[in-house]
C-alpha cells in the first residue's frame, strides 16, 4: 500500500458554553465545547478542573495523552503483524507532565507511554519487546511534538495460548 505523502485532516470545534452566558469573568463562564469530525459522532470536552472545567468530560490535555498512545499502538500493532507477531492483548497507561518555564508559559514536559503486550507465544519475545522502539519512531505524533516521549513496555506471554 502507498502512503500519501501529505494528508489533511479537519475538525469543527463549537464552544457549548456560550449557551450558559458570555465570557464576563475568568470564574463566570463555561469551558464545555464539542468537536466534529465528518461522518463521525460528536466529542464534548472542557478544560482540565484546574482550569475551571467540568471533570466529567474529556479536556485538551488527557486528548494528547490519547493521541500519543493510540499512535503508538497502531504503529506497535502494524509491526508486529507484518512480522507474524500474534499480539493477543494491548493496553496502555499513558502519563505526561505539564510544568512552568522560566518563560512563564506552561507546556508538557514529558509523556511516558507504559504499554502492557500479551502475546500468543513467544517465539519472537525478544523482537516483540524491540518493535517498541521502532513503533515509536514510526508514530506520527511523537514525531509531531517538542517535548520527549518515552516508552516502558511489558511484554508477557499468554499462558492460556502458550
Not at 500519501?4 to 475538525?11: D, L, M, T
Not at 472542557?46 to 490519547?66: I, M, Q, Y
Not at 494491548?90 to 512563564?104: C, L, P, S, V
Amino acid at each position: 500500500m502507498a502512503i500519501k505523502p501529505e494528508h489533511h485532516y479537519s475538525a469543527t470545534l463549537t464552544w457549548t458554553g456560550a449557551s450558559a452566558g458570555p465570557t464576563r469573568t475568568y470564574q463566570g463562564y463555561s469551558r464545555e465545547w464539542r468537536m466534529v469530525f465528518e461522518g463521525k459522532a460528536p466529542m464534548h470536552g472542557s478544560a482540565d478542573p484546574t482550569f475551571r472545567g467540568d471533570p466529567k468530560l474529556h479536556n485538551p490535555e488527557e486528548l494528547l495523552l490519547a493521541a500519543l498512545a493510540s499512535c503508538h499502538m497502531l504503529s506497535y500493532l502494524a509491526l508486529c503483524s507484518l512480522k507474524g507477531i500474534p499480539v493477543t492483548s494491548y493496553i496502555d497507561r499513558a502519563e505526561g507532565t505539564m510544568k512552568r518555564g522560566a518563560d512563564g508559559k506552561t507546556r508538557f514536559t514529558s509523556v511516558t507511554l507504559h504499554p502492557m503486550v500479551t502475546l500468543a507465544d513467544g517465539g519472537k519475545l525478544d523482537q516483540a519487546i524491540a518493535l517498541h522502539h521502532a513503533a515509536h519512531d514510526e508514530c506520527y505524533i511523537a514525531n509531531s511534538v517538542n517535548f520527549p516521549v518515552e516508552t516502558a513496555p511489558t511484554v508477557t506471554v499468554d499462558s492460556a495460548t502458550a
